[in-house]
């Protein structure tokens, strides 16, 4: 019925296409401005340490992704999908991925829980910490936040792979030099 009466008359027509065109411009601006704006505070907080470039990657991809997903989103409204029906297909996904996750919980939590840790942690990269466990206790510098992982670096050299969800949970004591 709608597509009916656009048929019925052009000019009107021509003007949704054309506002769609300049609201999608908008829209990419938008998006290309925001990538560009996070990925340089990304940028700035890993300034001079080489060994953290490959984490700053790491979170980069995430933001990137959730920016994509969500530019994808604002331009199928845009273009005159039926927001129940977005909605609808948005929830159906979400769910297929939740249910597929479920059995892997903790990947999606230490996704998180890296990505945390990256921005707003006590401790940082070429910090020397002791984790307080009470079975064993850990003492190095944080060699890399990956993606999944804390690299702890001992003062033997050896390297020691925490998951980040339970690095974050861990009562974690930072070294000052004096």
Same mark, same amino acid.
């Given at each position: 019925?709608?597509?009916?009466?656009? *048929?019925? #008359?052009? +000019?009107?027509?021509?003007?949704?296409?054309?506002?769609?065109i300049i609201e999608t411009a908008v /829209?990419?601006?938008?998006?290309?401005?925001?990538?560009?704006?996070?990925?340089?505070?990304?940028?700035?907080?890993? &300034?001079? #340490?080489?060994?953290?470039?490959?984490?700053?990657? @790491?979170?980069?991809? $995430?933001? #990137?992704?959730?920016?994509?997903? /969500?530019? !994808?989103?604002?331009?199928?409204?845009?273009?005159?999908?039926?927001?129940?029906?977005? $909605?609808?297909? &948005?929830?159906?996904?979400?769910?297929?991925?939740?249910? $597929?996750?479920?059995?892997?919980?903790? !990947?999606?939590? #230490?996704?998180?829980?890296? @990505? @945390? !840790?990256? *921005?707003?942690?006590?401790?940082?990269? +070429?910090?020397?910490?002791?984790?307080?466990?009470?079975?064993? +206790?850990?003492?190095?510098?944080? /060699?890399?936040?990956?993606? *999944? *992982?804390?690299?702890i670096e001992t003062t033997n050299k050896?390297?020691?792979?925490?998951?980040?969800?339970?690095?974050?949970?861990?009562?974690?004591?930072?070294?000052?030099?004096?």
């Open positions: 019925h709608y597509q009916q009466e656009l *048929f019925q #008359n052009p +000019e009107d027509y021509m003007e949704i296409t054309q506002l769609r /829209a990419l601006i938008i998006y290309v401005i925001i990538k560009l704006l996070l990925n340089r505070y990304v940028n700035n907080i890993v &300034v001079g #340490n080489v060994s953290t470039s490959k984490g700053s990657k @790491i979170v980069k991809k $995430a933001i #990137n992704l959730t920016l994509l997903s /969500a530019f !994808i989103i604002v331009l199928l409204s845009i273009w005159g999908v039926n927001q129940s029906e977005l $909605a609808v297909f &948005v929830g159906s996904v979400l769910t297929v991925i939740g249910i $597929a996750l479920f059995a892997q919980w903790s !990947i999606l939590s #230490n996704i998180t829980s890296g @990505i @945390i !840790i990256f *921005f707003n942690h006590s401790v940082q990269l +070429e910090d020397t910490i002791l984790i307080i466990d009470k079975d064993y +206790e850990i003492e190095g510098k944080i /060699a890399d936040i990956k993606l *999944f *992982f804390v690299v050896e390297l020691i792979y925490i998951p980040n969800s339970i690095f974050l949970n861990k009562m974690i004591k930072k070294k000052t030099n004096v």
